[in-house]
Nanobody, 127 residues
Framework: QVQLVESGGDLVQPGGSLRLSCAAS????????IGWFRQAPLKEREAVSC????????DYQEALKDRFTISSDNAKNTVYLQMRNLKPEDTAVYYC????????????????????WGQGIQVTVSS
């Protein structure tokens, strides 16, 4: 059974930074593509970024690629999402997901490629 546990969410001021972590059960990063999604109040869940550690490939939502960086530490079975210059519109519940590489199209269909979800963690950007 795949388990994904997010951490690192917080209340941060605009312009600040946060690093989210997704701790996965052993072997998950070898078997699955890992993605980050987010869902703001009253909005659809959207794909943010993904990483396939077997080949090191990464993808980003176009509007976020200059501020967000995804990375992994396979020895720790953990994927990170470094977020910089945060804006109020980044406020959302952020979810870690494990699935197939089709997740990395990062469009509205990306959710269809997810096999497992984390429980989500709140990120609030506010002064």
């Amino acid at each position: 059974q795949v388990q994904l546990v997010e951490s690192g969410g917080d209340l941060v001021q605009p312009g600040g930074s946060l690093r989210l972590s997704c701790a996965a059960s052993a072997g998950t990063l070898d078997r699955f593509t890992i993605g980050w999604f987010r869902q703001a109040p009253l909005k659809e869940r959207e794909a943010v970024s993904c990483i396939t550690t077997s080949d090191g490939s990464t993808d980003y939502q176009e509007a976020l690629k200059d501020r967000f960086t995804i990375s992994s530490d396979n020895a720790k079975n953990t994927v990170y999402l470094q977020m910089r210059n945060l804006k109020p519109e980044d406020t959302a519940v952020y979810y870690c997901a494990a699935g197939t590489p089709e997740m990395c199209v990062l469009d509205v269909e990306a959710k269809m490629a997810v096999d497992y979800w984390g429980q989500g963690i709140q990120v609030t950007v506010s002064s």
